[in-house]
């Protein structure tokens, strides 16, 4: 019994998931490791009510990756409660000068592999717009940044469109070696981003503290530095980073025609060369 046990067990389907949790944690990205984790357990709980034979092997399996998964929640929260505030910025209404690399270009540094963002509005086309601007500078700043994680509210007028829009950019991102994951949470209120570096800003109106532009072809369409804001409060908090500090690194150039075959440890194409400060 125990030999056909150790065979059935070796059979078990492992979901890609798993594999990639792992490495997350091997490589210090230990937000994403907990987000895979949870992908597995969905996907290993499916498995498991599909084939009552294997039933008890799935649930097993299920347990270890739970048990996990709350270790590194736990250190995450443990993380969190240490943290201290850094900064206190109050943004008037109608102040310009704002934009995203301005208001938070200075916490979005090499430091950065990984970044969640939770943003529940993004239904309208300006929250998209906003939403591309905002990873723009986050992918041009942060050069090591591998994954990034958002949680938004689903668009329950347009939903097909929304999940369009996301899995577009999520495409794109993957041209520059940055693996997106999103996810829907119709009960999300919160407003933040959390970076690996251990920093956490939250932003009243999260992403969309911008007054809309009066006309089409004005300044401010492209640099959001021109555009008038609405009134809203920014905190930045600090807290021990959540990934593991960067080895020496070589310089690489942004945006190459084709990416390096070993990309675990080199800083990801950025943006075209023409934006290079080469």
């Not at 209404?93 to 963002?117: C, I, M, P, T, W």
């Amino acid at each position: 019994m125990s030999q056909a046990h150790y065979s059935e067990e070796d059979e078990l389907p492992k979901p890609e998931s798993i594999s990639n949790a792992v490495k997350c944690e091997q490589t210090g990205h230990i937000m994403e490791a907990i987000l895979l984790y949870e992908e597995s357990i969905f996907k290993l709980n499916q498995l498991a009510n599909s084939d009552p034979k294997k039933q008890q092997l799935y649930l097993k399996h299920l347990k270890m990756y739970e048990a996990r998964a709350n270790q590194l929640r736990d250190q995450v929260k443990a993380h969190l409660h240490s943290s201290k505030m850094l900064e206190h910025i109050t943004i008037e209404r109608d102040a310009r000068g704002r934009g995203y690399q301005r208001l938070l270009g200075a916490y979005f540094n090499d430091s950065v592999k990984e970044a969640h963002l939770n943003e529940p509005q993004l239904c309208e086309q300006h929250h998209f717009k906003n939403l591309v601007n905002f990873l723009e500078v986050l992918v041009k700043s942060c050069r090591y940044l591998k994954y990034i994680r958002l949680t938004t509210r689903p668009d329950l007028a347009l939903p097909k469109n929304q999940l369009h829009i996301l899995q577009q950019i999520r495409a794109d991102l993957a041209t520059g070696n940055i693996h997106m994951n999103f996810q829907l949470d119709e009960t999300l209120h919160d407003r933040k981003i959390v970076l690996s570096s251990g920093v956490v800003i939250k932003i009243g109106r999260g992403l969309h503290y911008f007054e809309p532009c009066e006309h089409l072809y004005t300044l401010g369409l492209c640099d959001f530095d021109f555009r008038k804001c609405l009134a809203t409060e920014v905190d930045v908090w600090k807290c021990r980073a959540f990934a593991k500090p960067l080895r020496q690194q070589p310089e690489h150039p942004a945006y190459q025609a084709t990416a390096p075959k070993d990309i675990d440890q080199r800083p990801h194409p950025g943006m075209p060369s023409i934006y290079s400060s080469e």
